[in-house]
């Protein structure tokens, strides 16, 4: 099948269609029908009616969006009508939600006529916290922009005009960086003189660019002012006529810095491009096929020519869905008035600044393992790069604050945090821990570090105010790759090739010379960064330990348990996962320790799980598990829970609520909690599990895992006598961090 087919297909696959609504609220009783509809409903609408602005409170208004069009100018297929028009407007409300968890109707009015058009969009402003404008044609876009700005008091936004040019002011900003250009000096030839390109020259103007200092050009050739007097220009590009001989796209490309193309494809020639200034800027937007393609600009000169296109087969995509989602966000959560110039110039600099940060791995691999640094191939972040929901949308909060246009203040800070949260529970559990590590960073080692993952987590550590990472490695590769990565930053760094470390050998003598370990083999072994590492911490020279990213776990554990040991109040250590579901967390022990736990391991694991769960905020209510329930089994295996259980209740040092041994199902079901065992002492759901074995732990936190749907953060290794954590082969960047947040707050306690 083709493209056009497999669409089709994929647009008839019931549901038809790629939208749904879905109810936010239980309707499960009698009870919750009556409060969602009569005669509960009538509650809000009188405190609506009081006070228009409770619509915020009571409704969907504060995150509903209305996607409008006529359908008289879609993508390519230009006026096809409003009903034909659907599908595109279906696909503008996934985008809404699926990167800024906006709520969408899409609404198609077979309406040309703008007087008519603009009343029936103003007249939906009681439904909607803003309007975005989509495939109308000009120049009656503008004026429909222009009028309904003004006649409503909620953010309206025509994507298709300004949409561009907030994405390729980004790129513009950072290849005049890379290019040594400056924007207030930089020459600009545009090839297209419509909506999308008028708006954008104005736009580069807000961002520095001497409006006589930008050439349009449309199918007439340059746009002058004897043209403009002749009749031929319209009111929103005749700005940009400039007093100069008239002359072709060719002419006015000669010399220039940079060529902006929203026009037609292949107008541009390889000559035309080596007519231009060193190091040109060549933004060719015209989709499917773009002015020049992404190898014929780049082969056309020896000196560096910074490209970027409409399409996701070549470096440097300008893609809208970078700015609309996020922009509307920040819009929304201030309740603005209007999406004014400054958020749009905000959304701009947060853009160009987020791609000089180093990429997440996960967005490496889902643009195919290409590398991914800020250079002139990434100029701008890729589209699947979940931090532009909270760097751009916390931009335009904080712009429309500062420019007046916000009806609600927000602590930025906390606003963060929230944005944050909307990309799953495990990032809002995260920002807790991470927070707390701020507050007092720890010194923390890194076994590994030389690796490239643990030299961009210490970069991230050290950038953030997080910890103060120091790296066991070579130096000299440690400075190598650091450069290579673009990372400019001087870690602590101890070499195990090169440092003076007989106190560290001497010290490893000690503690080990009654299990077998004789002075020169000591030597040996603290050239070994797990063994470097653990005599670190336990020496003081270091707060807490991680390692195993590239062993493992029984082997990157081994050292840590011979030399730093459990707690004096521990016998045992385990490994605990944080699993975190939309709406619900919980802690999973023993998944990478203990294999066959009695009841005395099993009650200290809780007790050291319990305590993890604090430092997340959580309090915590304990689980003992089996697949008996309260006493429904009798044998060794329901036995070892059970005796725990009794033993944590009956210890006055255990302050948090606990039982077992129970089904998983009655742990974290509140109904077979308080309707079938009343009796027990967990009054909600459980959010420590504690399981009987480490097969049926490990078992247990996949399948969740992989089939629940659940994000995993760990293992956490708890009950260590200083903090040491093992991290997973294979780990992200931001694994990484994660783990090094929870051993900083574990050093701090």
């Known amino acids: 099948m083709g493209l056009d087919e497999d669409a089709l297909d994929y647009h008839e696959t019931e549901p038809a269609g790629k939208l749904e609504i879905s109810t936010t609220k239980p309707t499960n009783t009698q009870r919750d029908l009556s409060l969602a509809y009569s005669p509960g409903v009538a509650a809000p609408c009188r405190e609506i009616a009081a006070d228009p602005e409770a619509a915020y409170r009571y409704t969907t208004k504060g995150n509903l969006v209305g996607v409008v069009s006529n359908g008289t100018a879609v993508l390519g297929l230009g006026d096809i009508g409003a009903q034909a028009s659907k599908p595109v407007m279906e696909g503008k409300g996934v985008l809404f939600k699926r990167f800024a968890d906006i709520d969408v109707f899409d609404v198609e009015l077979d309406i040309d006529e703008v007087d008519a058009f603009c009343a029936a969009v103003a007249g939906m402003e009681p439904t909607f916290g803003g309007i975005n404008l989509e495939d109308i044609s000009a120049p009656a876009c503008f004026e429909i922009e222009e009028r309904l700005r003004e006649e409503m008091d909620i953010p309206v936004f025509h994507d298709d005009q300004h949409g561009t040019a907030i994405i390729s002011g980004a790129a513009l900003i950072n290849a005049c960086d890379i290019a040594d250009k400056s924007l207030d000096d930089i020459e600009v030839v545009f090839a297209g003189a419509g909506a999308a390109a008028t708006a954008t020259a104005k736009f580069y103007v807000s961002l520095g660019v001497p409006r006589e200092n930008i050439t349009m050009c ?82 056309a000169r020896d000196d560096t020519v910074i490209m970027a296109t409409g399409r996701s087969d070549y470096p440097n995509q300008v893609n809208n869905v970078l700015g609309f989602p996020f922009i509307f966000r920040g819009a929304l959560d201030v309740r603005a008035t209007d999406i004014n110039e400054a958020m749009k110039v905000a959304a701009a600099e947060a853009l160009a600044d987020l791609a000089k ?131 400019d930053f001087e870690p602590e760094i ?22 077998g370990i004789t002075r020169h083999e000591a030597e040996t072994l603290v050239r070994d960064g797990d063994y470097l590492g653990s ?73 050291h799980t319990a305590e993890l769960a604090r430092r997340f905020n959580v309090d915590p209510r304990v689980a003992l598990l089996s697949y008996s329930d309260f006493g429904t089994v009798t044998n060794e295996g329901t036995l070892k829970p059970r005796h725990a259980a009794k033993q944590l209740r009956a210890d006055p040092d255990v302050d948090f609520p606990v039982d077992g041994e129970m089904q998983a199902d009655t742990a974290v079901v509140e109904e077979m909690l308080t309707e079938d065992y009343d009796f027990c002492e967990l009054d909600a759901p459980a959010n420590v599990l504690v399981f009987p074995n480490l097969e049926a732990g490990n078992i247990a936190y996949k399948l969740l895992q992989r089939l629940g749907g659940a994000e995993a953060i760990g293992p956490m290794l708890v009950g260590m006598d200083k903090p040491v954590h093992v991290l997973q082969r294979g780990d992200e960047v931001k694994d990484i961090v994660n783990l090094a947040g929870v051993a900083v707050v574990d050093a701090q306690q």
């Not at 007097?229 to 060719?250: I, K, M, R």
């Not at 491009?273 to 499917?288: E, G, Y």
């Open 218 to 299: 449309d199918i007439g050739g340059i746009l002058t002012e004897a043209r403009a007097e002749a009749g031929e220009l319209n009111p929103h590009n005749e700005p940009f006529a400039q007093d100069v001989p008239e002359g072709e796209l060719a002419d006015a490309m000669d010399g220039a810095d940079v060529f902006v193309g929203l026009s037609v494809g292949g107008i541009v020639s390889q000559e035309m491009v080596r007519s231009m200034s060193a190091n040109p800027i060549i933004f060719a937007m015209a989709n499917p096929d773009p002015e020049i393609t992404y190898p014929e600009a780049k082969a």
């Open 357 to 487: 940060q180093d990429v997440p791995d996960a967005v490496v691999k889902a643009y195919g393992d290409e590398p991914l640094q800020f250079g002139p191939d990434y100029i701008i972040p890729k589209p699947l790069d979940t931090r532009v929901l909270f760097e751009v949308s916390s931009a335009v909060a904080e712009a429309a604050v500062e420019s007046g246009v916000a009806r609600k203040q927000l602590d930025l800070e906390a606003y963060r945090a929230t944005l944050e949260a909307r990309l799953g529970k495990s990032r809002e559990m995260m920002r807790v821990v991470l927070n707390k590590a701020k507050a007092e960073p720890k010194r923390l080692v890194f076994a590994e570090g030389a690796d490239p993952k643990i030299i961009r987590a210490a970069y991230q550590l050290t950038d953030e105010g997080i910890a103060e990472p120091i790296l066991i490695g070579d130096k000299r590769t440690i400075w190598e790759r650091a450069a290579e990565l673009g990372l």
């Open 494 to 515: 101890v070499d195990p090739t090169a440092d003076q470390l007989d106190p560290y050998a001497d010290r490893l003598f000690q503690l080990r010379k009654r299990h």
């Open 535 to 607: 005599v670190m911490v336990e020496m003081g020279d270091a707060d807490a330990l991680l390692t195993g990213l590239t062993h493992h776990y029984p082997t990157a554990l081994r050292p840590p348990l011979q030399i730093v040991g459990t707690a004096p109040n521990a016998n045992y250590a385990a490994g605990v996962y944080m699993l975190t579901f939309k709406n619900r967390v919980v802690f999973v022990a023993d998944a990478t320790v203990n294999q066959d736990p009695d009841e005395e391991v099993l009650a200290e694991v809780a007790k």
